[in-house]
Every structure is written in C-alpha cells, then in structure tokens.
C-alpha cells in the first residue's frame, strides 16, 4: 500500500500570497497518477488537478501542479478567498487507491 | 450532466447494517468505475473500494474484508454500499464517486450520506 504524506497540515496565509502544499508518497506512483482535490466544509471533493499536473475543467490557472515518482507539489499562485479549503492528494497508480492526510489552507 | 444522486442519513445502532445507494445518470453506467470514499466528523478522506459496474468486479481496502459488499443494479444505474457490524468509529458520510477513463481521477462526486452509528 502506499502512503501519502502531506505537509504542511496547515498553511496560515494572506490573500494574494502564494501557497505551496507538498505530497510524499512512500513509494513511486505509478505513471505519475496523483491527483489534488480541493474541499470545503460541507462539500464533496472536487478536482483541481489529475495526472500530476493536468488542471481539471473549471479550474482557474493560478493552480499548477508538479512532480513525479515520490514528490508532488501543488502550488497556488495568488491565493484567492474562495481558495481557502483543505486539499487532499491522492494515487492512481496502485491499488489501494490511497489518500493522505490533507493539508488545510486558512486565513493567516 | 452527469449526476451522482446518495440516498439519505442513517441512524444505526452498534451490530447493525447499513446500505447506501448512489444512483448515477448522465452518463453511459457500464463505462465508468464507481469508488466509494468515507469521511469521519473532522477527518480525512478514506478510500474503501471500487467497483466495475460492467461485470460486478469489486476490490475492497483490506480493513473492510469481510465487513462490506459494494453491488450494482445496471437496470436502474444504481450502486449500493453495505457495511455491516457497524462499531462507532464508523459513523461518517460515505461518498460513492466516478472515476474517470483517462488519467486516473475521482471526477464526479454525490452529495455524500451520513451515518451515524450510536447506541
């Protein structure tokens, strides 16, 4: 099974600052499938970005992501108010479909 | 529009079951896998298996062999979730979403079902 690692569990910023949330997986993920969702209290996960680095449909390009094998990065460029929320990254590559921890963005 | 529709809460007493249902339209059924994923009150996300609603295949996360039995009704595009001997650390809102062919995503999600197991 592989684990995902997130860091930071929370990140304290400032709108217009920009936001960097790190995923470590304890072993390399297979064709790079790990996507990021973004959820807000009371809400289903939504997709932010799959494949490592593909933005979903509706996401604005202020959010990239980044990274293969063991190390993935999503980073937020310019920090919006509707972006505060808690990301999750997760794997494709290998079953279970394992999720980590999540990292939670908050008004600093 | 592809939608993923969850039946309601549930109230269960420790030992029972409980079967959540997810019914899918918008999309052709037989096509896309279904996961379902659970969230206990302020934590986290875990993924609890996923079934191929063509053949009925199913993989289950290990912790939940024995214990859960995810099904599908192709006449009706509805998928189904029991859990069974439900203890309190399984009071959470259950998620059944679709996984996407290409690149490996979960990209369309229902409105999700909480459960509440308490004596």
């Known amino acids: 099974e592989i684990v995902l690692t997130q860091s930071p569990g929370t990140l304290s910023l400032s709108p217009g600052e920009r936001a960097t949330l790190s995923c470590r997986a304890s072993q390399s993920v297979s064709r790079n499938l790990l996507t990021w969702y973004q959820q807000k209290p009371g809400q289903a996960p939504r997709v932010v970005i799959y494949g490592a680095s593909s933005r979903a449909t509706g996401i604005p390009d202020r959010f990239s992501g980044s990274g293969s094998g063991t190390d993935f990065t999503l980073t937020i460029s310019r920090l919006e108010p509707e972006d505060f929320a808690v990301y999750y990254c997760q794997q494709f590559g290998s079953t279970p479909r394992t999720f980590g921890g999540g990292t939670k963005v908050e008004f600093k | 529009q592809v939608h993923l529709v969850q039946s309601g809460a549930e109230v269960k007493k420790p030992g029972a079951s409980v079967k959540v249902s997810c019914k899918a339209s918008g999309y052709t059924f037989t096509s896309y896998y279904v996961h379902w994923v659970r969230q206990a009150p302020g934590q986290g996300l875990e993924w609890m298996g996923m079934?191929?609603?063509?053949?009925?295949?199913?993989t289950y996360l290990q912790k939940f062999q024995g214990r859960v039995t995810m099904t599908r009704d192709a006449s009706t595009s509805t998928l189904f979730l029991d859990l069974t001997s439900l203890k309190s650390e399984d009071t959470a809102v259950y998620y059944c979403?679709?996984?996407?062919?290409?690149?490996?995503?979960?990209?369309?999600w229902g409105q999700g079902t909480l459960v509440t197991v308490s004596s």
């Open positions: 979403a679709r996984e996407r062919i290409v690149g490996g995503t979960l990209d369309y």
């Open positions: 079934i191929n609603p063509t053949g009925g295949s199913t």
